[in-house]
């Protein structure tokens, strides 16, 4: 199963104060039904062994650290397809999202999914930032 929506809401940021640096997609800004957040500590703590990688969040609740196999980014739409113990996790094996976003802003994300991926530990096999 896939996950499809369409994002018109972006934010990229470091978030000092939790030590993350936070990728999220919404479909709506004030009420959003559908939200990916993707995650990375901005220093790793070694007593947490996952805090080297990146995880995925989807809708606030479901977890999962490392896991994308694919990431396409490409003119208007993001590709995440997952791997299979990521897709067990989360119960779906990828993201379609159609982004609704100004240039600057796929811009922006294009910078975030770089500095997110590239270089990790569990960076996606296939990683094309268009």
């Not at 989360?90 to 240039?103: K, Q, R, T, V, Y």
Request: proline content about 3%; overall charge negative.
């Amino acid at each position: 199963m896939s996950v499809r929506f369409v994002a018109n809401a972006l934010a990229v940021e470091d978030l000092p104060d939790v030590n993350t640096f936070l990728i999220a997609l919404a479909d709506n800004a004030e009420e959003p039904t559908h939200v990916l957040e993707l995650q990375k500590a901005l220093e790793v703590d070694e007593d947490d062994p996952d805090s080297d990688t990146y995880c995925l969040v989807l809708d606030g609740a479901a977890t999962h650290y490392g896991g994308v196999r694919t990431c396409l980014l490409s003119g208007h739409s993001l590709v995440l397809r997952l791997d299979d113990e990521a897709a067990g996790a989360l119960g779906i094996d990828s993201f379609e999202i159609e982004l609704d976003l100004a240039e600057e802003e796929r811009a922006v994300l294009r910078s975030g999914l770089a500095r997110l991926f590239w270089g990790d530990r569990l960076e996606p096999g296939e990683l094309v930032l268009a």
